[in-house]
């Protein structure tokens, strides 16, 4: 209706209505405010499903290094090999991360592009007909398969934290990870059946084919990806000496070199044990690695009630003290059924400590530093990947694989009074000043000014 005011000078009228008068409805809300509320979250959501997938080969790789002839200290090799290239890889890899205009590049031609296609050599290898000829071409292309991998890390990292709110990255990646613990849970026993059911290799090589296959699916899945602008970098130096610098993070960073350095000592050689010792067959083997699958569902669920209550910090404890139990089962057992019960041990704990991990990464980390904290998170882990297998292929060959088990076990304890036992004031005064005292006797050495 139209309304007039009486009085004083002439106004134009304005037209209202009921419905003018009445507030605007809340609007439902946005898609930021939503876990898959975007396209490019939806695509690493399908992403993490998708390497998955395509992984499900890969715990395979050390069955295939045996069947193609290979020795005990050979298998342990190649999980030396691996460790090594991602070590070699760190620093370009947070370089890369920083100096790149396309991060999604990276990851494009690194994990989903060079890490993915190897498994097709590796599925020709039988071709060649000799087998240490074969062997070591499976060992190279083990280390350079994680070469690329690591190499586009980094990058991967910056991508997730630029594209996942700040507010969401615990709730989108504990569900991200659940779907992909899903799906290889479905995919890895589907892997091992498909391996029996061929004489042979040629289950070996179809099932990398498959691998293969997804890992091209996957590539046109992180295409999808809108990448943000890659904003300003720092000088890379000014980010490392930060990242060192924090007290936080440094006890973070030794409790997971002892923990990942003791693990590394027995981990290459469960498999090992499970067809040598316990006379497993490629099946029960694939059905491991779905036990393992579903503890890490059972992990991830048990993960989220927990942060409820309890902190990273302290469940990366809980996590520590399941890792260091699974060994001892493994001791224990004297059937292949009978390995369900260290794989839901262990699998259940590595889930909480992944999960853990990752969050007290993103928490100790600023975001403008992250590719460098993630380097040298990965310098300590893959440094220790390295030495670890090493060191176990010696130990195993003089002592066996039960005292090692029983020695990895113990070392793995040694993490949580690293982590958490507090440093006395006392004590912390102390090593200042001795630090001190040893730079001014450097610098008078030198001749320097101290």
């Known amino acids: 209706m139209l309304r007039f005011r ?75 090999a691996t460790a090594l290239a991602g070590l070699v890889a760190l620093f370009p890899a ?95 026993p589907l892997a091992g059946w498909s391996i029996a059911r061929f004489a042979g290799l040629e289950g070996y090589q179809w099932v990398f084919l498959a691998g293969a296959a997804l890992g091209t699916l996957g590539a046109w899945t992180v295409s999808r990806v809108q990448e943000p602008a890659c904003v300003e970098p720092r000088p890379r130096k000014t980010a490392y000496r930060k990242a060192l610098s924090d007290g936080r993070f440094r006890r973070y960073l030794l409790a997971m070199v002892v923990l990942h350095g003791f693990s590394t000592i027995s981990g290459p050689f469960v498999i090992v044990h499970m067809v040598r010792t316990l006379g497993a067959s490629p099946t029960e083997v694939g059905m491991m690695a779905t036990g ?86 990965q310098l300590a882990m893959l440094g220790v990947g390295f030495v670890g297998p090493l060191v176990g292929s010696v130990l195993v060959a003089s002592w066996g694989i039960v005292p090692l088990f029983l020695f990895a076990a113990g070392g793995r304890l040694l993490a949580i009074p690293i982590l958490v036992a507090p440093v006395p004031g006392g004590l912390r005064h102390t090593l200042t000043l001795y630090r001190l005292r040893a730079r001014y006797r450097v610098k008078t050495a030198l001749g320097l000014e101290p």
């Open 292 to 377: 393992e699958s579903i503890a890490a569902v059972a992990g991830q669920l048990a993960m989220s009630a927990l942060l409820l209550r309890f902190s990273s910090r302290q469940l990366f404890v809980l996590a520590i003290t399941g890792i260091a139990t699974a060994p001892v089962a493994w001791v224990l057992i004297t059937e292949p059924w009978q390995a369900a019960l260290p794989v839901l041990i262990g699998g259940t704990a590595w889930a909480i400590c992944h999960l853990a991990v990752f969050n007290l990464l993103i928490e100790y980390a600023p975001r403008d530093d992250l590719p460098e904290y993630v380097a040298a998170q």
């Open 94 to 188: 947070a370089w890369i991360a920083r100096r790149t205009r396309s991060r999604k590049l990276v990851v494009l031609l690194g994990g989903w592009g060079f890490a993915r296609l190897a498994l097709i050599p590796i599925a020709a290898l039988p071709f060649l007909g000799h087998t240490n000829l074969a062997v070591g071409a499976l060992i190279v292309l083990g280390g350079l398969r994680v070469l690329a991998g690591s190499l586009s890390h980094p990058s991967w990292m910056a991508l997730f934290a630029d594209v996942v709110p700040e507010r969401l990255t615990g709730v989108f990646n504990a569900r991200r990870s659940l779907a992909a613990s899903l799906t290889g849970m479905a995919l890895v």
């Open 6 to 80: 009486r009085g004083g000078a002439y106004r134009a009228p304005e037209w209202t209505s009921s419905a003018s008068r009445r507030p605007a409805p809340a609007r439902p809300a946005g898609s930021e405010d939503r876990v898959l509320g975007s396209r490019s979250r939806q695509a690493l959501f399908a992403e993490g499903m998708l390497a998955s997938a395509s992984d499900a080969a890969l715990p395979f790789l050390p069955v295939y290094l045996v069947a193609l002839g290979a020795s005990t200290a050979q298998v342990g090799l190649l999980s030396a």
